[in-house]
């Protein structure tokens, strides 16, 4: 298994411009997450979904949205990129939201917003 | 608004030594807590979770501890190593599971040779 994979690894967007983090798992699991990570900062969550076709939102949700399709993949799309946008973002899964303990994280994508 | 927070950013220990790494939430209705592992350019790696209708849970080398009257976490390092350098956070939510993590500004371990 590959685990939970992220694409790209590194982006630089200016202000304005709009784009899709990638994130998929080959698990079968139904939940899957999205959060931020600032320096200096714990993760924040930006949306998460128990399940395709269903999703919610996190703690900081304002200028991204999110949508499961399938089970595998959960893209991130940023509308309208802005500097404050500028982070690194991580998707998790874990088999199930209640009860599924342990998520596993990708390696992140590095974002910068200039 | 509630969170979860650390007593200290950075600690150093040397190689052998236990390490204590201390986290502090605000949420009486947490009842599910979960430590992190991150290393440098990595994503999170799950460590050992505990339940709110537990106060001690332990893994390999690593013990977690729950004081609900103080509304503290602790993750226990037994004989740490190098390898065990690394950002450590600390996690809660009052979903039971995964669901709606709230995640600690992270402590720093450092081991010194």
């Known amino acids: 298994n590959a685990g939970v994979t992220q694409t790209p690894k590194f982006q630089v967007l200016k202000t304005g411009q709009s784009m899709t983090l990638q994130c998929a798992q080959d698990?079968?699991?139904?939940?899957m997450s999205w959060y931020r990570q600032d320096p200096g900062m714990g993760l924040r969550l930006i949306h998460y979904s128990v399940g395709a076709g269903i999703t919610d939102q996190g703690e900081v949700p304002n200028g991204y949205n999110v949508s499961r399709s399938t089970t595998e993949d959960f893209p991130l799309r940023l509308l309208s990129a802005a500097p404050s946008q500028t982070s690194v973002y991580f998707c998790?899964?874990?088999?199930?939201?209640?009860?599924?303990?342990?998520?596993?994280f990708g390696p992140g994508t590095r974002l910068t917003v200039t | 608004g509630e969170s979860v927070g650390l007593h200290l950013p950075t600690l150093s220990v040397q190689e052998g030594d236990n390490s204590i790494i201390n986290c502090a939430y605000s949420n009486s209705a947490s009842d599910y807590f979960i430590w992190y592992k991150q290393e440098s350019g990595k994503g999170p790696q799950f460590i050992i979770d505990?339940?709110?209708?537990?106060d001690k849970r332990q893994g390999q080398r690593v013990t977690v501890l729950l004081n609900k009257t103080v509304k503290h976490l602790s993750l226990q390092i037994a004989a740490t190593q190098p390898g065990d350098s690394a950002v450590y956070f600390c996690a809660e939510t009052t979903q039971g599971g995964s669901e709606k993590l709230v995640f600690g500004k992270g402590t720093k371990l450092t081991v010194n040779p």
């Open positions: 505990i339940r709110s209708n537990m």
């Open positions: 698990m079968n699991h139904e939940y």
């Open positions: 998790a899964s874990s088999y199930t939201a209640s009860g599924g303990r342990e998520q596993y």
